[in-house]
């Protein structure tokens, strides 16, 4: 009974002991101190590190992410442990950065974690060369570059423009000049060390040699003159009867070419003028332009006279003024026309003269109104060769024929001051213009002179001006247009010998 007793008290005393072990072993803080998973996310994509947990230095290869910016990681460690900085708090990977994970029971661990960047891609790809750029297409699947470009033949040392993943490094390097007509490729390594090599298929056509003017014209009030180019003699010769002074050339050259002084430039085509065309190779040609601009200036009443007149009745002699205009050139004509009639008129008294300035031809050259022509006031002059028009006048003429009056003689050749001139003829109208040989027009009306009734005979006194006369200068005797004026209008012209 004792024995059993005593059994029993060691049991107990057993059992107390096992329980006091327990609860000492369940007050032990932790030490446990690791990262236990670490994972990037970054849009949808998952980069998870790899952790060695005995150099504490956790791995991370990420692709298509930018590491420049801040990111958060999602972290797992010891239960019961903490984590410094905040699983929470975003971190700049671009550089190692440190965790400091603490136990329960205080114990410390650094880990490393080492982001690095799988990509090792080129994002883009141009050449720029003769102030033009080329960009190419990028397969980053096949890994290779393909573009296509103008004129590279003509360069051999190019600094490429590319683009590459964040950072990878490639080689050679983006700023070192290649020769592109040569095989060029391009190795790119990414932080982590994989390396893709790129390939390039360049397309080139070479430049064009072409450096000519293909057309050149002068285009002036809906009318287009076109140049004849002599491409031997790199010459253009053009014609024209409008404005050549203050005007711009409509021109084609070559393709690719490129031409100076530009087409738009404004000139003054009455001086010769040179145009460079150069190719796309840089060879060039410079055209000259020789410019003749057919031009009928005025309708003079007399050869002393500059002042246009445009009325006159038929049997009139109007003196014309032109340049380049030659009516005595061969399969030559000058017409006065309008959309109804057409006239070929006689010419005399031609002369011609070269201006010094612009070496152009000046031609001078009464005319004879034709007795038959119908009255209207809508006619201008044209001069053609070989049935082409060279010239027009911009101007319109008034011709009347009807009651034209018409000059049969003077009662003298030779006339002084105070004599008394007298003409005969028919619908003689009572006003007269004398051109003399100072270049002034002497106008005299009803007032000044005398008409008979009939109007066959006009009379006026040679008394009120003595300066007509070129005697009073001292001049020899000189031939004087004595023509008939009404209303506005010229009629006939006899010629008298003034003293």
């Known amino acids: 009974m004792k024995k059993i007793f005593l059994l029993l008290i060691c049991s107990l005393f057993i059992l107390n002991c096992s329980k006091d072990d327990n609860s000492s072993s369940e007050n032990i803080p932790s030490n446990a101190n690791q990262i236990l998973s670490f994972k990037i996310i970054d849009n949808a994509n998952s980069f998870s590190g790899s952790i ?22 999602e972290i797992e460690i010891s239960e019961n442990a903490t984590i410094s900085p905040s699983i929470n708090t975003p971190r700049d990977f671009s550089d190692i950065v440190e965790y400091i994970v603490t136990a329960e029971n205080g114990d410390e661990t650094i880990y490393q974690v080492d982001v690095s960047s799988n990509d090792n891609k080129i994002l883009s790809f141009s050449l720029s060369y003769n102030s033009t750029t080329y960009d ?3 397969d980053n699947i096949s890994k290779t570059i393909s573009l296509e470009t103008l004129g590279l033949e003509s360069y051999d040392s190019i600094v490429p423009d590319i683009t590459i993943s964040a950072m990878a ?11 592109f007509n040569e095989i060029v490729s391009y190795i790119v390594s990414s932080e982590s060390g994989e390396e893709e090599t790129y390939s390039l298929n360049i397309t080139n056509t070479p430049f064009s040699n072409e450096n000519k003017i293909l057309s050149f014209q002068f285009i002036e009030d809906g ?5 004849v180019i002599n491409h031997a003699d790199l010459t253009i010769d053009i014609e024209s009867y409008k404005n050549i002074i203050n005007i711009s050339p409509v021109i084609t050259i070559s393709d690719g070419a490129s031409i100076s002084p530009d087409s738009n430039d404004i000139q003054d085509f009455r001086l010769d003028k040179e145009y460079t065309v150069t190719s796309q190779s840089g060879s060039s040609n410079t055209y000259t332009v020789y410019t003749k601009g057919f031009l009928i200036s005025s309708m003079n009443s007399a050869a002393t006279t500059s002042d246009i007149v445009t009325k006159y009745y038929s049997k009139a002699t109007p003196y014309i003024r032109c340049e380049h205009v030659d009516p005595t050139l061969p399969n030559s004509q000058l017409l006065l026309e309008n959309d109804i009639n057409s006239y070929v008129l006689n010419i005399s008294d031609f002369s011609s003269s070269v201006g010094s300035t612009f070496g152009q031809t000046f031609t001078k050259f009464y005319i004879d109104l034709p007795d038959n022509i119908a ?11 070989d049935g082409i028009l060279k010239a027009e006048s911009d101007f319109t003429i008034d011709l009347l024929n009807e009651n034209v009056p018409n000059i049969f003689s003077s009662d003298q050749p030779t006339y002084s001051y105070q004599d008394t001139l007298i003409l005969t003829g028919e619908n003689l109208t009572s006003g007269l213009r004398i051109a003399t040989s100072n270049g002034s027009i002497y106008q005299y009306n009803a007032s000044n002179v005398t008409l008979n009734a009939q109007a066959t005979q006009l009379t006026i006194e040679l008394n009120n001006n003595s300066n007509m006369f070129p005697s009073f200068y001292g001049d020899p005797p000189f031939n004087t247009a004595v023509m008939l004026f009404a209303n506005g209008r010229y009629g006939e012209t006899i010629w008298v010998t003034f003293e």
Not at 54 to 70: P, R
Not at 223 to 227: K, L, V, Y
Not at 375 to 385: E, G, H, P, Q, S
């Open 375 to 385: 009255t209207a006031n809508d006619y201008i002059l044209r001069f053609k060769i």
């Open 52 to 73: 060695n947990q005995s150099t504490k230095l956790i791995t991370v290869f990420t692709s298509e992410l930018d590491l420049s910016q801040t990111l958060t990681p």
């Open 223 to 227: 009318i287009t003159f076109d140049g």
């Open 136 to 138: 190419a297409t990028i």
């Open 169 to 179: 490094s490639i080689s050679p390097s983006i700023n070192e000049a290649q020769n």
